[in-house]
T-cell receptor
Framework: AQSVAQPEDQVNVAEGNPLTVKCTYSVSGNPYLFWYVQYPNRGLQFLLKYITGDNLVKGSYGFEAEFNKSQTSFHLKKPSALVSDSALYFCAVRDTGNDMRFGAGTRLTVKP | GAVVSQHPSWVICKSGTSVKIECRSLDFQATTMFWYRQFPKQSLMLMATSNEGSKATYEQGVEKDKFLINHASLTLSTLTVTSAHPEDSSFYIC????????????FGPGTRLTVL
């Protein structure tokens, strides 16, 4: 069965600094990987996904993620964090034809 | 992109009553919809998969008689929490799969249920 792990419950960065939110996955076959962001009392907003192609995926709001097959990772990155990026971030994986499974979430706090 | 709506966005009810939550795909037809539950500061837990015109498939540990799911059309799925109790208080999120968009899932804004 597929699964994802987000090893950090909390990530704190200063505004303007680069940020990384980590995600590792376990899946049989080719993974479909996703990142979502959730603001308080809101649903999930899609940021980006990897299905195939370039390992570096660019998404919404300046976020990007790098698919690393050898390390089974899909870390979310942004070169310069904004205070408004503070939210809960979820990594998710979907096997071909299967349902989506989410990581535990990482709370990102960007301090001014 | 595809839009999924949920109604209501929040609901407060008394213990013992039933509450219905609607999930609609607004601009696409979804043969499959999903219902998730999220407790504070926790991840989304898949409750059930809803297929249009057939019975829902529930995840292990989810009571199908308590969480009734109906997917009567290609754009509407409903979740009814029957005889709600305070421990059912949670954030419920639905998503819909768009077969025309590589089966990508689009998520609704969520419904906050509070059972007094």
């Amino acid at each position: 069965a597929q699964s994802v792990a987000q090893p950090e419950d909390q990530v704190n960065v200063a505004e303007g600094n680069p940020l990384t939110v980590k995600c590792t996955y376990s899946v049989s076959g080719n993974p479909y990987l996703f990142w979502y962001v959730q603001y308080p009392n809101r649903g999930l907003q899609f940021l980006l996904k990897y299905i195939t192609g370039d390992n570096l995926v660019k998404g919404s709001y300046g976020f990007e993620a790098e698919f690393n097959k050898s390390q089974t990772s899909f870390h979310l990155k942004k070169p310069s964090a904004l205070v408004s990026d503070s939210a809960l971030y979820f990594c998710a994986v979907r096997d071909t034809g299967n349902d989506m499974r989410f990581g535990a979430g990482t709370r990102l706090t960007v301090k001014p | 992109g595809a839009v999924v709506s949920q109604h209501p966005s929040w609901v407060i009810c008394k213990s013992g009553t039933s509450v219905k939550i609607e999930c609609r795909s607004l601009d696409f037809q979804a043969t499959t919809m999903f219902w998730y539950r999220q407790f504070p500061k926790q991840s989304l837990m898949l409750m059930a998969t809803s297929n249009e015109g057939s019975k829902a498939t529930y995840e292990q540990g989810v009571e199908k008689d308590k969480f009734l799911i109906n997917h009567a059309s290609l754009t509407l799925s409903t979740l009814t929490v029957t005889s709600a109790h305070p421990e059912d208080s949670s954030f419920y999120i639905c998503s819909a799969r768009d077969p025309q968009a590589y089966n990508e899932q689009f998520f609704g804004p969520g419904t906050r249920l509070t059972v007094l």
